[in-house]
């Protein structure tokens, strides 16, 4: 493979000293004697585990973010002397009916649309999507410690595809996340409010371990860096024998600005990924990507979302491969560029419309297999109607397309019925 032989003690020693950088950060914030801006508890009774970094909902969150963590306040909530844990989460159920060939039949994974084909259809009801989540805060010398747990049914298990499945779980105390939670490299207000559960090609919806830092630098102004879980897929040549290896946690930085009517973030990743051949030293490469996203109020009530993501490496970020083969003993990493754009409006206290389109693009690197992705689209349009709290049903025409690198072509188009519950 096309990776340079590497020693393993220079990069022991940046791990080494990354947590410990980490951990003193972490051990000077929980040091702090008032609680950093944004952290304050307010309000009397259960309020006062309610914490505005958690619950603040500004005119950007708008309804029917399936998303959004739930707000700490009414509903189930167990109030105890010294802590309150707040019980959450849906029922969601998705009727789907799909028009043309696509192995994916539970959400609209537009990498799984079959090329050259015989046509058919294909129906599907399932209630995956459903939630429950438990939310726990109490007080840490004058900080709110949080403990977070989230699932749903969307398990890998081939024998049960209905398995539980851990989506959070997750602790926050001043300046510092431990546990699984969305990767400090995405920007969850930006993700798309969709019926279907896969959502924008270029998105990057990916939740993982992670051990993360978040700074207050200037009024709105964050900053974070964090090592994460370094999940690789690597397409190997097929005269090698061999693993790929994650000997080293992705390394995030991100900038984010937050204001009443818009929000913005800057995200990279740097990434070491590693092969090892049978009874061969492991070789490696750095790989690298950048995540811009936005979002606005264009006019009252309406909201404007974009994303642009680009990199040699990162493709399992969203769903590809972050290395191919390009010959029988070669591979590369694989560049990638993906973009998105969308538009989420309330028409009033009842309806919703959300129209999301995103494109994902492979290099044509040389020497790849045909049947390769080369090139995927994804637009989603959708009305939902709340017609009495905690109740919600919608409608989602979803479209997508697949190219191949040898240039074969297929698209598919689905229609999504989704009714759902509340917990309270």
């Not at 393993?8 to 003193?24: E, G, K, M, P």
């Not at 979302?305 to 680009?310: E, N, V």
């Not at 998105?340 to 999301?356: A, K, R």
Request: hydrophobic share 40%; charged share 20%; aromatic share 12%.
């Amino acid at each position: 493979m096309r990776l340079n032989p590497k020693t393993r003690r220079w990069q022991s020693a940046i791990l080494l000293a990354s947590v410990i950088l980490l951990l003193c950060f972490a051990n000077a914030a929980a040091g702090q004697e008032a609680a950093p801006a944004g952290l304050l508890p307010f309000g009397g009774d259960a309020g006062r585990f309610r914490t505005l970094q958690f619950d603040r909902r500004t005119p950007l969150n708008v309804a029917n973010d399936f998303n959004e963590f739930p707000e700490f306040e009414g509903g189930i909530l167990v109030v105890g002397e010294d802590a309150a844990m707040k019980i959450s989460g849906f029922v969601k159920a998705d009727f789907i009916s799909d028009f043309d060939p696509i192995n994916s039949t539970d959400s609209f994974d537009t990498t799984t649309i079959p090329v050259d084909v015989a046509d058919r259809n294909n129906a599907r009801f399932h209630a995956r999507q459903s939630r429950l989540s438990f939310d726990t805060r109490w007080r840490v010398n004058g900080d709110i410690a949080r403990a977070f747990l989230e699932a749903d049914f969307f398990g890998s298990d081939v024998s049960n595809r209905d398995a539980l499945r851990l989506r959070h779980a997750y602790g926050t105390l001043g300046w510092v996340t431990v546990g699984q939670t969305w990767t400090t490299f995405t920007d969850p207000s930006a993700v798309p409010s969709t019926l279907d559960f896969e959502g924008a090609v270029s998105n990057v919806n990916r939740r993982q371990g992670l051990l993360r830092l978040e700074l207050p630098l200037l009024s709105g102004l964050t900053w974070a860096i964090a090592l994460e879980d370094p999940r690789i897929s690597i397409d190997a040549p097929s005269t090698i024998d061999g693993t790929g290896r994650t000997e080293s946690p992705d390394f995030i930085n991100r900038l984010r600005f937050e204001a009443d009517s818009a929000e913005f973030q800057a995200a990279m990743v740097v990434r070491k990924l590693g092969f090892q051949r049978t009874d061969q030293p492991v070789v490696d490469e750095i790989a690298y990507g950048f995540n811009f996203t936005g979002s606005a109020l264009i006019v009252e009530r309406t909201k404007l979302y974009s994303q642009i993501t680009f990199g040699d490496g990162i493709g399992s970020y969203r769903g590809s491969n972050d290395v191919v083969s390009t010959g029988p003993d070669s591979a590369e990493l694989l560049p990638m560029f993906g973009w998105m754009i969308g538009i989420h409006h309330e028409w009033n206290d009842h309806w919703t419309s959300n129209v999301t389109f995103s494109e994902l693009i492979l290099d044509d690197l040389d020497g790849q297999q045909g049947s390769n992705l080369r090139s995927t689209e994804y637009l989603a349009v959708n009305f939902i109607n709340n017609p009495y709290e905690r109740v919600f049903w919608g409608a989602e025409y979803l479209y997508g397309s697949r190219q191949n690198q040898d240039g074969h072509f297929a698209n598919a188009h689905r229609l999504q019925l989704s009714v759902g519950f509340y917990l309270p």
